[in-house]
């Protein structure tokens, strides 16, 4: 195995999330590891909000040209900081398709910038493959970070939702509700010595926001923190934290993000204390797909995202969004589906989705295979946006509102069968 890292970080006056970028608090990264077996694995995680449609595969495309393997063979998720960039070729086509120039969301000179660094990079690290005897496993609680954003009431229906800072003392008080508290970490080993520590935690990463500075927020820091800590390579991955956040633990303040952070270490020290080494050899690692096609949420319809597009009364977010809506329908139509992605590391096994997933999705991952050392790594291809669970569309609040979410309840569906075919549930004893 090896590992690459690039600055991810935008230049000034470049889009982030929902500002222009005024400077950077903190650099901002693309982390990588690649795994040769039989199989020449890519593993990627990156400081912005999100990599959506055709951006997620000029990324696959690049890097699996520069280390020789298979596109589908590179995966690449965010972390879903919110001061950072977004990258979405596919809707700032469409809205070219349709005579507009909006560039509020999206640089494609700084993105093909930070691909082409990266595949840079991977290939100068093909030079300095070291080899991996040993995959080690552990989990650490953390404590006071997570907490369910959707809060229901007596009938059943979202009654508050707990955004990731909260000012309300009202709704921070609310009971923590369905959250996944720990912490995994599969780490790769040669003989005694670490070569490579990667951890999963599902939680909006937002401590607070829109201040112009590009910053990796709270999970960046821990993951920085503790590659600082132990000078092992650390690469972070964001779980299925769509519907979670820190809310409950969070106002706003901003001392609040070096205390999150501090919390997020300590997990991350808890599960490499945990660690369980097992031997390895090259049969022991294999990536798998399975191609999903998303059921598009019922109101996007494409006359009304057309007329949209088309109205010089629209302001330039309402076309942005219009266009995104229309990419996914039109994904849809097109059959132009999203892999969902496992990687099987002996008895550990790593689940790659896409969107804002909710933690559910986490935990019925782990609850299918209790033999197994299941992790997660969502906010892959961003281009669904939230991913709810099926009763969630009838429950309301914002995660499952047609602002947020690009896809029908029927979802649930598609990802449950994908997961179950990619774990291999059927011949689970």
């Known amino acids: 195995m090896t590992t690459f890292a690039v600055d991810a970080s935008p230049p000034i006056g470049s889009p982030l999330a929902y500002d222009p970028t005024k400077g950077i608090q903190e650099p901002l990264t693309l982390k990588g590891i690649i795994l040769k077996g039989n199989q020449t694995v890519v593993l990627c995680a990156i400081d912005w909000i999100g990599v959506a449609?055709?951006?997620?595969?000029?990324?696959?495309?690049?890097?699996?040209?520069?280390?020789?393997?298979?596109?589908?063979?590179?995966?690449?998720?965010?972390?879903?900081?919110?001061?950072?960039?977004?990258?979405?070729?596919?809707?700032?086509?469409?809205?070219?398709?349709?005579?507009?120039?909006?560039?509020?969301?999206?640089?494609?000179?700084?993105?093909?910038?930070?691909?082409?660094?990266?595949?840079?990079?991977?290939?100068?690290?093909?030079?300095?493959?070291?080899?991996?005897?040993?995959?080690?496993?552990?989990?650490?609680?953390?404590?006071?970070?997570?907490?369910?954003?959707?809060?229901?009431?007596?009938?059943?229906?979202?009654?508050?939702?707990?955004?990731?800072?909260?000012?309300?003392?009202?709704?921070?008080?609310?009971?923590?509700?369905?959250?996944?508290?720990?912490?995994?970490?599969?780490?790769?080993?040669?003989?005694?010595?670490?070569?490579?520590?990667m951890t999963f935690y599902a939680t909006h990463p937002q401590s607070y926001y829109r201040t112009g500075l590009a910053n990796p927020d709270f999970p960046g820091m821990a993951r920085n923190q503790r590659q600082e800590a132990t000078d092992i390579f650390h690469i972070h991955f964001n779980g299925a934290g769509g519907n979670i956040g820190a809310g409950k633990w969070n106002d706003g303040a901003h001392e609040n993000r070096q205390v999150l952070a501090d919390r997020v270490a300590a997990g991350m020290k808890l599960a490499w204390e945990d660690t369980q080494k097992f031997p390895v050899d090259a049969d022991d690692m294999e990536m798998t797909s399975v191609e999903v096609l998303l059921p598009p949420a019922p109101h996007l319809v494409e006359e009304n995202l057309v007329s949209i597009l088309k109205d010089d009364k629209s302001n330039e977010l309402d076309r942005w969004q219009a266009a995104r809506e229309l990419v996914s329908l039109r994904r849809y139509e097109t059959k132009d589906g999203i892999n969902i992605s496992c990687l099987k590391l002996g008895k550990a096994r790593v689940v790659y989705m896409p969107g804002e997933l909710f933690v559910e999705y986490q935990l019925a991952a782990q609850k299918m295979r209790p033999d197994l050392f299941v992790a997660m790594a969502a906010y892959g291809d961003y281009g669904p946006g939230y991913i709810g669970t099926e009763i969630a569309y009838s429950q309301g609040g914002y995660e499952t509102s047609p602002r947020a979410s690009r896809v029908s309840s029927r979802v649930e569906q598609v990802l449950t069968g994908a997961m179950e075919k990619l774990l291999e549930v059927k011949s689970a004893k």
Request: with cysteine.
């Open 53 to 197: 449609n055709t951006s997620q595969d000029d990324f696959k495309t690049a890097i699996a040209k520069a280390v020789d393997t298979k596109p589908e063979l590179v995966m690449l998720h965010a972390l879903h900081q919110h001061d950072a960039p977004e990258a979405d070729a596919t809707t700032q086509a469409m809205l070219e398709e349709f005579g507009l120039s909006i560039e509020v969301r999206y640089d494609p000179k700084f993105v093909k910038d930070v691909i082409a660094r990266a595949a840079d990079a991977a290939k100068e690290a093909t030079g300095r493959f070291q080899e991996v005897t040993d995959v080690g496993i552990g989990e650490g609680i953390i404590e006071k970070v997570a907490s369910n954003r959707r809060i229901l009431g007596e009938d059943g229906k979202v009654k508050y939702v707990r955004f990731t800072a909260t000012k309300d003392p009202v709704i921070r008080a609310q009971p923590t509700g369905t959250i996944d508290p720990m912490c995994k970490a599969i780490s790769f080993f040669h003989a005694d010595k670490p070569l490579v520590v």
